[in-house]
């Protein structure tokens, strides 16, 4: 595709739902990335992709939250009985390579936790 | 203290003058540095990316890396209102993986 796709737009949970927010990266694109914005934040680092493999899972919250990329292409965040904490902005990013290569954003997921 | 720092803003500056955007990050071993825009409700898109010492200029755009100092800058010149926005400034860490990113400067071009 011409950019990072992501879907849904907007997301309304209520407190104890599971959410899956989905990624389709820029084609070709090996690595994939998540990121959490919250409001008036800079993002922040939550787990990386290189192809199908998780190989950076560091900077998700708690084992509430579980990512997949399971043919390298398409990504899946998901987080397990939201909580209203987890409200922010979800933000995909795709890269070419690693080394110097430019990360590219998709226009993110806003998830609102009632 | 948070790995990468910048003023949070609001910076504003008039239509023509030249706006200097600054960020320090902790990790001296650091290689890649990233300067994004960002419009309200819109996804982070890259300015410019700097990864030697000294000055890199595109267009209206000027980024500048010292490395020993720890820090970078973005200076748009003539600057316009369409380039109201928050600017994040980007570190790649040493790995060459995630991007630690600061709050962001929110920047207010007035006409």
């Known amino acids: 595709g011409a950019g990072v796709s992501q879907s849904p737009r907007y997301k309304v949970a209520k407190r104890g739902q599971d959410v899956a927010l989905r990624c389709d990266p820029i084609?070709?694109?090996?690595?994939l990335f998540w990121y959490q914005q919250a409001l008036g934040q800079g993002p922040e680092f939550l787990t990386y992709?290189?192809?199908?493999?998780?190989?950076?899972k560091s900077g998700l919250p708690s084992d509430r939250f579980f990512a997949e990329r399971p043919e390298g292409s398409v990504s899946t965040l998901k987080i397990q009985r939201t909580q209203q904490e987890d409200s922010a902005v979800y933000l995909c990013?795709?890269?070419?390579?690693?080394?110097?290569?430019?990360?590219?954003f998709g226009a993110g997921t806003r998830l609102s936790v009632l | 203290q948070k790995e990468v720092e910048q003023n949070s803003g609001p910076l504003s500056v008039p239509e023509g003058a030249i706006a200097s955007l600054n960020c320090t990050y902790s990790?001296?071993?650091?290689?890649?540095f990233f300067w994004y825009r960002q419009y309200s409700g819109k996804s982070p898109e890259l300015i410019m990316s700097?990864?030697?010492?000294g000055d890199k200029e595109d267009g209206r755009f000027t980024a500048q890396l010292n490395k020993a100092s720890q820090y970078v800058s973005l200076l748009i010149r003539d600057s316009q209102p369409s380039d109201s926005a928050t600017y994040l400034c980007?570190?790649?860490?040493?790995?060459?993986?995630?991007?630690?990113f600061g709050g962001g400067t929110r920047l207010m071009v007035k006409p």
């Open positions: 700097i990864y030697s010492n």
């Open positions: 084609s070709g694109h090996v690595s």
């Open positions: 980007a570190v790649r860490n040493n790995a060459g993986n995630m991007l630690t």
């Open positions: 992709f290189q192809n199908e493999a998780q190989l950076d």
């Open positions: 990790d001296r071993g650091s290689q890649s």
């Open positions: 990013a795709s890269s070419f390579g690693v080394a110097k290569n430019i990360q590219y």
